[in-house]
Nanobody, 123 residues
Framework: QVQLVESGGDLVQPGGSLRLSCAAS????????MGWYRQAPGKQRELVAT???????TYPDSVKGRFTISGDFAKNTVYLQMNSLKPEDTAVYYC?????????????????WGQGTQVTVSS
Protein backbone atom coordinates (compact mmCIF):
# COMPACT_ATOMS: atom_id res chain seq x y z
CA GLN A 1 0.00 0.00 0.00
CA VAL A 2 1.39 3.37 -1.06
CA GLN A 3 0.31 6.58 0.64
CA LEU A 4 0.98 10.20 -0.26
CA VAL A 5 0.78 12.83 2.45
CA GLU A 6 0.73 16.52 1.60
CA SER A 7 1.42 19.42 3.93
CA GLY A 8 1.92 23.16 3.78
CA GLY A 9 -1.47 24.44 2.70
CA ASP A 10 -2.62 27.63 4.41
CA LEU A 11 -4.38 30.98 4.11
CA VAL A 12 -2.10 33.57 2.54
CA GLN A 13 -2.54 37.10 1.25
CA PRO A 14 -2.23 37.91 -2.46
CA GLY A 15 1.42 38.25 -3.40
CA GLY A 16 2.48 35.89 -0.65
CA SER A 17 4.31 32.58 -0.80
CA LEU A 18 3.73 29.01 0.34
CA ARG A 19 5.73 25.81 0.12
CA LEU A 20 3.89 22.52 -0.24
CA SER A 21 5.48 19.19 0.60
CA CYS A 22 4.51 15.65 -0.32
CA ALA A 23 6.00 12.42 0.92
CA ALA A 24 5.22 8.97 -0.46
CA SER A 25 5.48 5.94 1.80
CA UNK A 26 4.99 2.24 1.32
CA UNK A 27 6.64 -0.44 -0.73
CA UNK A 28 7.81 1.59 -3.72
CA UNK A 29 10.32 0.11 -6.14
CA UNK A 30 10.91 3.40 -7.95
CA UNK A 31 9.09 6.54 -9.02
CA UNK A 32 8.67 7.64 -12.62
CA UNK A 33 7.21 11.05 -11.87
CA MET A 34 5.64 13.14 -9.15
CA GLY A 35 3.53 16.22 -9.47
CA TRP A 36 0.94 18.59 -8.20
CA TYR A 37 -2.62 19.17 -9.36
CA ARG A 38 -5.30 21.46 -8.02
CA GLN A 39 -9.05 21.64 -7.98
CA ALA A 40 -11.03 24.78 -7.28
CA PRO A 41 -14.73 24.65 -6.31
CA GLY A 42 -16.87 23.94 -9.36
CA LYS A 43 -13.87 23.30 -11.60
CA GLN A 44 -12.05 20.27 -12.93
CA ARG A 45 -8.77 19.12 -11.46
CA GLU A 46 -5.89 20.70 -13.37
CA LEU A 47 -2.15 20.21 -13.68
CA VAL A 48 0.07 22.55 -11.67
CA ALA A 49 3.52 21.02 -12.10
CA THR A 50 5.18 17.70 -12.80
CA UNK A 51 8.71 16.38 -12.36
CA UNK A 52 9.99 13.17 -13.92
CA UNK A 53 12.80 10.97 -12.68
CA UNK A 54 14.78 12.18 -15.68
CA UNK A 55 14.42 15.79 -14.57
CA UNK A 56 11.79 16.96 -17.04
CA UNK A 57 9.56 19.65 -15.56
CA THR A 58 6.20 20.79 -16.87
CA TYR A 59 4.14 23.83 -15.86
CA PRO A 60 0.98 25.30 -17.38
CA ASP A 61 1.21 28.95 -18.41
CA SER A 62 -0.96 29.96 -15.45
CA VAL A 63 1.81 29.20 -12.93
CA LYS A 64 4.96 29.45 -15.05
CA GLY A 65 7.45 31.86 -13.49
CA ARG A 66 5.68 31.81 -10.12
CA PHE A 67 5.73 28.16 -9.04
CA THR A 68 8.75 25.87 -8.78
CA ILE A 69 8.62 22.11 -8.38
CA SER A 70 11.51 20.16 -6.89
CA GLY A 71 11.96 16.71 -5.52
CA ASP A 72 14.17 13.98 -4.14
CA PHE A 73 13.03 10.68 -5.59
CA ALA A 74 15.51 8.77 -3.44
CA LYS A 75 13.37 9.98 -0.52
CA ASN A 76 10.08 9.80 -2.46
CA THR A 77 9.38 13.46 -1.83
CA VAL A 78 8.28 16.41 -3.95
CA TYR A 79 7.87 20.08 -3.14
CA LEU A 80 6.05 23.01 -4.68
CA GLN A 81 7.30 26.52 -3.99
CA MET A 82 4.52 28.99 -4.81
CA ASN A 83 5.35 32.69 -5.07
CA SER A 84 3.34 35.73 -6.09
CA LEU A 85 0.15 33.92 -5.19
CA LYS A 86 -3.12 35.16 -6.65
CA PRO A 87 -6.72 34.65 -5.50
CA GLU A 88 -7.26 32.41 -8.53
CA ASP A 89 -4.64 30.01 -7.10
CA THR A 90 -7.12 29.15 -4.36
CA ALA A 91 -7.82 25.42 -4.54
CA VAL A 92 -7.21 22.07 -2.96
CA TYR A 93 -3.76 20.95 -4.07
CA TYR A 94 -3.19 17.24 -4.64
CA CYS A 95 0.09 15.37 -4.85
CA UNK A 96 0.41 12.65 -7.49
CA UNK A 97 3.01 9.93 -7.99
CA UNK A 98 3.48 7.41 -10.78
CA UNK A 99 5.32 4.57 -9.10
CA UNK A 100 6.56 1.07 -9.79
CA UNK A 101 5.23 -1.30 -7.16
CA UNK A 102 5.30 -5.06 -6.64
CA UNK A 103 2.14 -7.05 -7.23
CA UNK A 104 1.30 -10.75 -7.05
CA UNK A 105 2.37 -11.29 -10.67
CA UNK A 106 5.31 -8.92 -10.77
CA UNK A 107 6.08 -5.22 -10.93
CA UNK A 108 3.72 -2.69 -12.44
CA UNK A 109 3.16 1.07 -12.49
CA UNK A 110 0.29 2.84 -10.85
CA UNK A 111 -0.88 6.35 -10.13
CA UNK A 112 -1.33 7.40 -6.52
CA TRP A 113 -2.98 10.49 -5.06
CA GLY A 114 -2.80 12.28 -1.76
CA GLN A 115 -5.80 13.55 0.19
CA GLY A 116 -5.14 17.18 -0.72
CA THR A 117 -4.15 20.32 1.13
CA GLN A 118 -6.15 23.56 1.02
CA VAL A 119 -4.50 26.71 -0.30
CA THR A 120 -6.51 29.90 0.10
CA VAL A 121 -5.29 33.22 -1.27
CA SER A 122 -7.30 36.08 0.11
CA SER A 123 -6.91 39.44 1.78
Amino acid sequence: QVQLVESGGDLVQPGGSLRLSCAASGIILSINAMGWYRQAPGKQRELVATLTSGGTITYPDSVKGRFTISGDFAKNTVYLQMNSLKPEDTAVYYCNAEAWVLGPTGRYTRDYWGQGTQVTVSS
